[in-house]
């Protein structure tokens, strides 16, 4: 389980080109699906400083026996993974540069808000421009630019590794960004 951080899964093309694949933030359990199969197709390796908590898949595969209420937690967690992969394969083939950025903040400032650690749109955001690069399908200098337009528009403020949504409805605008998908009681009213 992801305690602080941000991390990422990945994949390496065959000439070593990285795609992440999804983010996890605090709160979150990356490897949920690896309780079911014996090999990962995917790496997942911190995105930043982080703290983790592990535990055993045998040990969670017995929890989950006895209690069900626990393996539907599990299991709805791994189908929330599920549709956020899909809202990223959308993202990354049908939506524009510009576009892509904004859905992919909005997301993540949903889900870190879900779990407490974010305030008034303002958050400690420590992702990379190569990590958000490596996430969107983009260069490291087409996201700089892309972050620079959305900062001219009035959209976000960074200072470091401080990210603000300043026109949070702004961004939900640019980003084609409809919550639902997140299955977050807290997205529709944030």
């Not at 941000?6 to 690896?34: A, E, N």
């Not at 889900?111 to 400690?124: C, E, T, Y």
């Not at 490291?140 to 403020?157: D, S």
Request: glycine share 8%.
């Amino acid at each position: 389980m992801v305690l602080e951080g941000l991390v990422g899964s990945t994949k390496l093309t065959g000439d070593g080109k990285r795609q992440i694949t999804s983010f996890f933030v605090p709160g979150d359990i990356p490897d949920l699906h690896g309780m079911h199969l014996s090999v990962l197709d995917c790496t997942f390796s911190s995105l930043a400083r982080a703290s983790l908590g592990f535990m055993r898949h045998d040990a969670m595969r017995a929890i989950c026996d006895r209690h069900a209420s626990i393996a539907a937690i599990f299991w709805r967690s791994t189908l929330i993974d599920a549709a956020i992969y899909r809202e990223w394969v959308t993202n990354v083939g049908r939506r524009d540069a510009y576009t892509r950025m904004a859905h992919i903040l909005c997301e993540l400032i949903v889900r870190l808000h879900s779990m407490g650690v974010i305030k008034d749109h303002v958050a400690n955001l420590p992702v990379t421009q190569a990590a958000l690069a490596d996430a969107l399908g983009l260069s490291t200098v087409h996201v700089n630019r892309v972050l620079q337009e959305l900062r001219r528009n009035g959209l976000i403020f960074t200072e470091g590794t401080r990210f603000h949504a300043v026109d949070w409805a702004g961004l939900v605008r640019a980003g084609d960004f409809d919550a639902t998908y997140l299955h977050q009681r807290t997205a529709t009213t944030f």
